[in-house]
């Protein structure tokens, strides 16, 4: 079975007729227990069980369920983070998986349930599903989140926690295995941020075609790297930024931490007086996700930041 999958909107909805979860930055699960025996899948039906061994063991033994949920871990900021499990979500070996889950432990928030002792609830409304999981009693490894019904309070909340988003859900949906369904809406943060550039990407192809920034964040430790920014930089901005940073070059990184290889190598560095604008998806993670160009600050000194 594939998991039913939310639709992107532009607003939260409103209205009696809606809750609302966060939006959980983690791999998605569907966990079915039978006849004793418990298996993972993934979105794409793959059997993932063997990567999450600290998950493998049902909190309600050997009673009969399928469960949808999301498979999370947090990083050093205390975030749900795709990336700290980017390690993990491909384990197919089990004593690499354990050792793993020893050092990245992970929790399985369990939003949905599709099965209870045999009984298919699928065709049943939302509103029955959760009622029936918040009774199952989850805690520890599997935990159920928190329903909410005023959904902008919700998505001000974790804006301002750094959380990914919210998902909106109608209360008289059914369960649609693989649809993408309008009953269901996720809306994700997007934040406006300020960096310093420390280096600049020529084109794949050229040496002098201006096509990436290698942006950091100004730290008591000095600048610190945030990751690599190509999104929303064209011919234009391109033009523009090649000469801003013209006369900026230097021999070595400006970095005050190691630039990873994969963005290091072809670039230029450049002394760290330049700062632009980013829009970013998330706050919080150490590296920027999926980050555009927004535009330069010509009103801001890394010293303002």
């Given at each position: 079975m594939r998991p039913m999958l939310a639709t992107k909107t532009e607003h939260v909805p409103v209205g009696e007729g809606w809750t609302h979860e966060v939006k959980w930055?983690?791999?998605?699960?569907?966990?079915?227990?039978?006849?004793?025996?418990?298996?993972?899948?993934?979105?794409?039906?793959?059997?993932?069980?063997?990567?999450?061994?600290?998950?493998?063991?049902?909190?309600?033994?050997?009673?009969?369920?399928?469960?949808?949920?999301?498979?999370?871990?947090l990083n050093d900021?205390?975030?749900?983070?795709?990336?700290?499990?980017?390690?993990?979500?491909h384990v197919r070996n089990a004593r690499t998986a354990a050792r793993l889950a020893d050092?990245?432990?992970?929790?399985?928030?369990?939003?949905?349930?599709?099965?209870?002792?045999?009984?298919?609830l699928t065709s049943r409304p939302l509103l029955e599903r959760r009622e029936l999981l918040e009774g199952l009693g989850l805690d520890g490894s599997w935990q159920v989140p928190a329903g909410y019904d005023d959904g902008a309070m919700l998505f001000d909340a974790t804006r301002q926690?750094?959380?990914?988003?919210?998902?909106?859900?109608?209360?008289?949906?059914?369960y649609?295995?693989?649809?993408?369904?309008?009953?269901?809406?996720?809306?994700?943060?997007?934040?406006?941020?300020?960096?310093?550039?420390?280096?600049?990407?020529?084109?794949?192809?050229?040496?002098?075609?201006?096509?990436?920034?290698?942006?950091?964040?100004?730290?008591p430790e000095g600048l610190v790297y945030r990751g690599r920014v190509g999104s929303g930089i064209g011919p234009r901005q391109s033009a523009v930024l090649t000469g801003l940073v013209a006369d900026l070059g230097r021999t070595s990184s400006p970095f005050a931490?190691?630039?990873?290889?994969?963005?290091?190598?072809?670039?230029?560095?450049?002394?760290?007086?330049?700062?632009?604008?980013?829009?970013?998806h998330g706050r919080g993670y150490d590296r920027l996700r999926q980050p555009s160009f927004q535009g330069v600050r010509t009103d801001l000194t890394p010293e303002d930041l």
């Open positions: 930055d983690g791999v998605r699960a569907l966990t079915d227990v039978r006849d004793g025996v418990l298996r993972m899948t993934s979105r794409n039906e793959n059997t993932i069980t063997v990567a999450w061994p600290e998950l493998a063991d049902s909190p309600l033994g050997d009673r009969d369920l399928l469960v949808d949920g999301e498979v999370i871990a900021r205390g975030l749900p983070d795709f990336r700290t499990l980017q390690e993990r979500m050092a990245v432990p992970a929790i399985y928030m369990v939003f949905d349930l599709l099965r209870l002792d045999g009984d298919d926690q750094g959380l990914e988003g919210v998902v909106s859900k109608r209360l008289t949906s059914t649609r295995p693989g649809e993408r369904t309008p009953h269901w809406r996720k809306l994700a943060h997007r934040h406006r941020l300020s960096y310093v550039v420390g280096g600049w990407r020529p084109q794949e192809g050229t040496s002098d075609r201006l096509a990436a920034l290698l942006v950091g964040e100004q730290t931490d190691e630039v990873p290889r994969i963005d290091a190598t072809g670039t230029h560095w450049l002394e760290p007086v330049l700062v632009v604008d980013i829009d970013t």
